[in-house]
């Protein structure tokens, strides 16, 4: 009997389509569930005639394939991926090769390909993006992990992943150990901010404009039209166009209370940890948790008082400096996004490929958008660029957005509608362009209540100094550090 190319544990949604792409595209998988039923379930469903095996146990499943064995795990991060490595290593081979698909936190696939390489195997460690239809119909990939093993995987995952332009595979090596899964966290992350930014034009529309459900489809159809082509802009637009079977905009039901899975948590704790500002992916995972908080806000709302909004202007002329606002504050996501990689591949030792990793999101994944390919330009024409704000492209969107984007950010602050991603991002863009911030009272506060010291205009950089404010603090100052 002919053995498999791979096998995949774990037929959730996600590891059920992508066994269907696999086998779409030519390979032969074996299956395996911890729930024995739901490998009898799939093999006698949507698997049934296809070249599509069933594995009962652990044992079972690596003795179908072919060697080098190669094993992709579609199941819950966390402590679920230590226990199946753990059981899969006594049964495998020297160069056979564990893959994890799942959203694991990078440090932990980092842990883990040493750990699994100390056992005389191969780890890899692959973001799968697009959700449950571009696991059927081609996600984008992010793998990394043990550079051995990617030769071995590659004409799996390119042939399944999505295609850009000219046929070219969403999918390519990332590096070494957690490169791969931080390149999808920080997706993750940019994604968390495209879609609070789609969510602060439709407060916009809906609550300053008053415009109907109906009437926002149609603004979003145009945009999907423009530069704003893209996935999040388009399934917007459908969400909006979408009834109830009352015949009534069926978004408008929705509470307003939005979950979150921890990956825009652990981008924002990520740039924290580098010192990188990402301000605005920031804003998108703290207005998630205002969110949630529906019963103190409901209650809030009776107390706390605030400007009842009225727009008073040319309604054609906001719709369209809330698209510039909405696209200004996007480029600053991805600048903010871009600045985070550049920050972990100098703290990890990656070499990572920020052109290629525009091409791996150009298609498949949540964040897709015609947007990336200028990214691809921007690092084609200067590798070394230290900000996607500097590159000559976006510097002119920023010039042509910005007198909409501080119009519409002054008419909801005025107004009271909460935008904390558009006016973050504002921010960080005034700040990056300022050439002198007030941090330099904020180093004489802080030498002054701890001894701090501060540098100073007129020296050296890297030279620093401590100013007796109080006249008894003597001269002993504190050590420097960094975050």
């Known amino acids: 009997m002919k053995k498999s190319d791979i096998g995949l544990i774990g037929l959730a949604v996600m ?20 729930t024995g039923q739901k490998v009898t379930d799939f093999l006698q469903g949507r698997a049934k005639g296809k070249n599509i095996t069933g594995a ?66 191969l780890y890899v460690g692959t973001g799968v993006s697009g959700g449950e239809e571009g696991a059927l119909k081609g996600p984008s990939m992010m793998p990394g992990g043990s550079n051995a093993a990617w030769p071995r995987v590659k004409p799996i995952f390119q042939a399944i992943c999505a295609k850009g332009e000219n046929d070219t595979p969403c999918c390519d090596w990332v590096g070494e150990n957690g490169a791969g899964h931080f390149v999808k966290m920080v997706h993750n992350g940019i994604e968390y901010g495209d879609m609070q930014l789609i969510c602060e034009a439709y407060q916009l529309m809906r609550d300053l404009l008053g415009m109907t459900a109906d009437e926002m489809h149609e603004v979003f159809a145009q945009w999907n039209e423009e ?29 307003d209370t939005a979950g979150q899975k921890g990956t825009g948590k652990w981008t924002a704790i990520t740039a924290l940890d580098e010192g990188i500002p990402l301000t605005l992916i920031g804003e998108a995972v703290f207005s998630r948790c205002l969110s949630a908080i529906k019963e103190e806000r409901v209650a809030a709302s009776k107390v706390l008082e605030g400007p009842t909004p009225v727009f ?36 990890y030792g990656w070499n990572l490929n920020y052109g290629g990793i525009a091409l791996m999101w150009r298609g498949g994944c949540i964040i897709r958008s015609a947007f990336l390919a200028k990214i691809k330009d921007a690092f084609d024409a200067n590798a070394d660029i230290t900000n996607l704000l500097l590159d000559p492209y976006f510097k002119a969107i920023m010039d ?52 701090h010291t501060y540098e100073r205009t007129d020296a050296p950089r890297g030279q620093f100094f401590h100013t007796n404010w109080t006249g008894e603090g003597g001269d002993t100052a504190a050590t420097q550090y960094d975050v």
């Not at 066994?19 to 911890?34: A, D, H, L, Q």
């Not at 003795?63 to 402590?79: N, T």
């Not at 704003?228 to 909006?240: A, G, K, N, Q, W």
């Not at 007198?403 to 009271?416: D, E, I, Q, S």
């Open 227 to 255: 530069e704003l082509d893209s996935y999040l802009i388009e399934i917007t637009r459908d969400i909006l166009a979408y009834k109830d079977t009352d015949g009534s905009p069926i978004v408008d039901k929705i509470l």
């Open 312 to 347: 008073e202007g040319d309604r054609a002329q906001f719709i369209k400096d809330i698209k510039n606002a909405l696209y200004a504050a996007k480029v600053i996501s991805y600048a903010q996004g871009y600045s985070l990689l550049r920050a972990a591949a100098q703290t």
């Open 56 to 121: 009962y146990s652990l044992p079972e499943l690596v003795e179908s394939l072919e060697k080098p064995r190669k094993v992709m795990m579609m199941i819950k991060a966390g402590d679920a991926v230590d226990k199946t490595i753990d059981a899969l290593i006594p049964l495998l081979d020297a160069g056979d090769i564990i893959i994890d698909g799942g959203t694991s936190h990078f440090p932990d696939t980092s842990r883990r390909t040493k750990y699994v390489e100390s056992k005389g195997l």
């Open 400 to 451: 042509r957005t910005q007198p909409g984007w501080r119009r519409v950010c002054g008419a909801a602050l005025a107004n009271g509608i909460p935008i904390p991603a558009m006016t973050s991002a504002l921010c960080y863009y005034d700040g990056y362009r300022c050439e002198k911030l007030p941090a330099n009272l904020l180093q004489a506060q802080r030498d002054y209540f701890g001894a």
């Open 15 to 34: 590891g059920e389509n992508l066994v269907m792409n696999m086998e779409s595209k030519g390979f032969t998988v074996t299956v395996y569930n911890r």
